[in-house]
């Protein structure tokens, strides 16, 4: 039986085999990071083989069975398809064109493609998103889950991402609304604190020259560990924010309206509670400025206010805050001082 394998599927048939050269290899990564359709096609080829059902109950890899069991998949929801609605037949086309491709699968051991996953997340670089500072980025990730990245934030995520995990790493600031999948929590890793999840939206914000890491829950559950104290565990409640101080590792719960969290992705800057040395860099971040605090007395200092990005300039926030009678400021070009007040 003769198979048209393009030479594209030839190179992923070496990857899930373990026997690219590094040339093959470093072909294929630029292939991958051409276009998201190709990164699509990888893992459209992985699930199609997985619903074909070849896997199931196999010690041993059998391609005549393989091949069986894939064409009976095939033309089982091929003949569904033909009844199905509009839509439907959108997915069927698309199976059909890949279909093509599971011919280079059927000749992968079961070994082999039992680790596929892992040398696939193994070989190629992690996929990086960063927002610039001053900006912010809105992504998607493979699995839906909704991703917004606040200005200087970076998340970090395997070619393998909804295949075997769904593990992000995160640094800076992200607002997640996570698509729900029991089998496959969804994990936001930083240095000092983990967050898990099934399907939920929250705000975790974990600069790495923050001196607190903050979770803010809006609706569902969250699973938080702190890494500095690896006794210390919490499961939230929506409306809960966990605060972490990275000098102690002590972490701190307060009940509170969550929802305000989540508003700097709607252009405003909201500050709950939260210290003016972490309010001064998120200025910083977003007004591309340079600010100090002269007094030592007011790096303890905490403030409630938001702000509109849009509608107000630094010069507009800092009246804000010296409107509080904690603190007066001087402005001397792209420098700003911060005094306590007398």
């Given at each position: 039986?003769?198979?048209?394998?393009?030479?594209?599927d030839?190179?992923?048939?070496?990857?899930?085999?373990?026997n690219s050269?590094?040339d093959?290899?470093?072909?294929?990564?630029?292939?991958?990071?051409?276009?998201?359709?190709?990164?699509?096609?990888?893992?459209?080829?992985?699930?199609?083989?997985?619903?074909?059902?070849?896997?199931?109950?196999?010690?041993?890899?059998?391609?005549?069975?393989?091949?069986?069991?894939?064409?009976?998949y095939?033309?089982?929801?091929?003949?569904?398809?033909?009844?199905?609605?509009?839509?439907?037949?959108?997915?069927?086309?698309?199976?059909?064109?890949?279909?093509?491709?599971?011919?280079?699968?059927?000749?992968?051991?079961?070994?082999?493609?039992?680790?596929?996953?892992?040398?696939?997340?193994?070989?190629?670089?992690?996929?990086?998103?960063?927002?610039?500072?001053?900006?912010?980025?809105?992504?998607?990730?493979?699995?839906?889950?909704?991703?917004?990245?606040?200005?200087?934030?970076?998340?970090?995520?395997?070619?393998?991402?909804?295949?075997?995990?769904?593990?992000?790493?995160?640094?800076?600031?992200?607002?997640?609304?996570?698509?729900?999948?029991?089998?496959?929590?969804?994990?936001?890793?930083?240095?000092?604190?983990?967050?898990?999840?099934?399907?939920?939206?929250?705000?975790?914000?974990?600069?790495?020259?923050?001196?607190?890491?903050?979770?803010?829950?809006?609706?569902?559950?969250v699973?938080?560990?702190?890494?500095?104290?690896?006794?210390?565990?919490?499961?939230?409640?929506?409306?809960?924010?966990?605060f972490?101080?990275?000098?102690?590792?002590?972490?701190?719960?307060?009940?509170?309206?969550?929802?305000?969290?989540s508003?700097?992705?709607?252009?405003?800057?909201?500050?709950?509670n939260?210290?003016?040395?972490?309010?001064?860099?998120?200025?910083?971040?977003s007004?591309?400025?340079?600010?100090?605090?002269?007094?030592?007395?007011?790096?303890?200092?905490?403030?409630?206010?938001?702000?509109?990005?849009?509608?107000?300039?630094?010069?507009?926030?800092?009246?804000?805050?010296?409107?509080?009678?904690?603190?007066?400021?001087?402005?001397?070009?792209?420098?700003?001082?911060?005094?306590?007040?007398?």
């Amino acid at each position: 039986m003769e198979h048209n394998i393009s030479h594209i599927d030839e190179l992923i048939l070496s990857c899930l085999s373990g026997n690219s050269t590094p040339d093959e290899m470093a072909e294929l990564k630029e292939w991958l990071d051409a276009s998201p359709e190709n990164s699509a096609h990888l893992r459209a080829i992985r699930e199609i083989w997985l619903a074909s059902g070849v896997l199931d109950h196999a010690e041993r890899f059998d391609k005549n069975l393989a091949c069986e069991r894939f064409s009976a998949y095939m033309n089982r929801h091929t003949s569904a398809g033909r009844k199905a609605k509009t839509g439907k037949h959108v997915v069927l086309r698309y199976l059909s064109y890949t279909a093509a491709a599971v011919a280079l699968l059927i000749v992968v051991s079961y070994a082999s493609y039992r680790h596929g996953g892992e040398q696939v997340k193994n070989r190629f670089a992690d996929i990086i998103i960063e927002a610039p500072k001053g900006a912010k980025t809105k992504m998607f990730l493979p699995d839906g889950t909704l991703v917004w990245l606040n200005a200087s934030s970076k998340i970090t995520y395997s070619q393998g991402f909804g295949v075997s995990d769904r593990n992000v790493s995160l640094t800076g600031e992200g607002y997640f609304e996570v698509t729900g999948n029991v089998k496959l929590p969804f994990r936001v890793k930083t240095d000092e604190l983990h967050v898990c999840v099934l399907g939920t939206k929250f705000n975790f914000s974990n600069y790495p020259d923050n001196e607190e890491a903050i979770v803010s829950l809006i609706e569902g559950k969250v699973h938080v560990r702190n890494l500095m104290n690896v006794n210390e565990e919490k499961n939230m409640a929506p409306d809960e924010k966990v605060f972490l101080n990275k000098k102690t590792g002590q972490m701190r719960t307060l009940s509170h309206k969550t929802s305000s969290s989540s508003e700097w992705t709607n252009g405003y800057l909201c500050f709950d509670n939260e210290l003016l040395p972490d309010i001064v860099k998120a200025l910083e971040r977003s007004y591309d400025v340079k600010i100090s605090i002269a007094d030592k007395s007011l790096e303890t200092a905490r403030f409630y206010s938001d702000f509109s990005q849009q509608e107000q300039n630094i010069e507009d926030i800092l009246r804000l805050l010296k409107s509080t009678r904690k603190l007066t400021y001087t402005i001397e070009g792209k420098n700003v001082i911060l005094r306590e007040e007398k």
